[in-house]
């Protein structure tokens, strides 16, 4: 008895540090991830800033003289800010992302990621008019995606869903399946990815079944039909 109680208490002080020890890997996956986008927008983002502010400064200075001038600057200001977002969002979309010497994935991949990420039973469901998105926002989509893959339990015969449904002011993704006993840092790391983008992650278990449903805006002028 004082053998099994001893074994017992260990069991539980264990499973307590390796609980303690998901969480801290899950937060430095987080930051990790941070880190990296704020190495690769840092100096992006200095230099369009400076051009932008030039260019206002330059408006403001032809604004009594030359209003047509003036006007001309402000709508580079403007351009160059919209165009300053744009390329924001793409470096954010590679978020921890491997440089390939190939193509990078796209929507369009995710029935090949089905077959390869899992053995149970993955079916794919688009809904909604189809847009071409930019590359960053496909390419995150596609890894939200596998990331959620991985924080469900890979059983042969078992039934995993995933939804891609696409409306005229966002991209949802609803993917379903029995939930894994060790998600690890699948979560974090989906979760991480979709609050840069601005979006939403909602996780629900209910019968084990688990589904996690991804909201993503799409911005006036980020996709086109």
Same mark, same amino acid.
């Given at each position: 008895?004082?053998? @099994?109680?001893e074994?017992?208490?260990?069991? *539980? ?23 990296r986008v704020?190495?690769?927008l840092?100096e992006?983002v ?14 403001r ?8 001038a ?5 709508? %580079?200001?403007e ?7 744009? %390329?924001?969002?793409?470096?954010? &979309?590679?978020?921890?992302a491997?440089?390939l010497?190939?193509? %990078? ?7 090949d ?5 899992? =053995?149970?039973?993955? @079916?794919? =469901? ?8 930019p ?6 989509a596609?890894?939200i ?13 078992? *039934?995993?869903?995933?939804?891609? *449904?696409?409306t ?8 379903? &399946?029995?939930?894994s006993q ?15 983008? &601005? &979006?939403?992650l @909602?996780v629900?278990?209910?019968a %084990?079944?688990?589904?996690a449903?991804? *909201? ?5 002028g980020?996709?086109?039909?």
């Amino acid at each position: 008895m004082r053998s @099994r109680t001893e074994a017992a208490r260990e069991l *539980r002080a264990r499973n307590a540090e390796l609980r303690a020890q998901r969480e801290q890997t899950a937060e430095l996956a987080v930051a990790a991830d941070r880190a990296r986008v704020a190495a690769d927008l840092h100096e992006f983002v200095h230099e369009r800033i400076a051009a932008i502010a030039d260019a206002a400064s330059t408006g403001r200075d032809l604004l009594a003289a030359d209003p047509a001038a003036a006007q001309e600057a402000l709508v %580079q200001v403007e351009n160059s800010g919209r165009a300053t977002l744009a %390329q924001m969002r793409e470096v954010v &979309g590679n978020l921890r992302a491997e440089r390939l010497t190939g193509p %990078q994935p796209v929507l369009a991949d995710l029935s090949d990621l089905l077959e390869r990420a899992t =053995t149970a039973d993955a @079916r794919l =469901t688009v809904t909604g008019s189809v847009r071409v998105l930019p590359a960053g926002l496909e390419l995150s989509a596609y890894r939200i995606v596998e990331h959620l893959l991985e924080a469900l339990e890979d059983v042969p015969r078992a *039934r995993i869903d995933v939804r891609l *449904r696409f409306t005229e002011s966002t991209l949802e993704l609803d993917v379903t &399946g029995p939930p894994s006993q060790q998600p690890g840092t699948a979560f974090a790391t989906a979760r991480e990815r979709v609050a840069v983008l &601005g &979006g939403s992650l @909602r996780v629900e278990t209910i019968a %084990q079944r688990c589904t996690a449903s991804v *909201r993503l805006p799409l911005t006036p002028g980020y996709a086109t039909t």
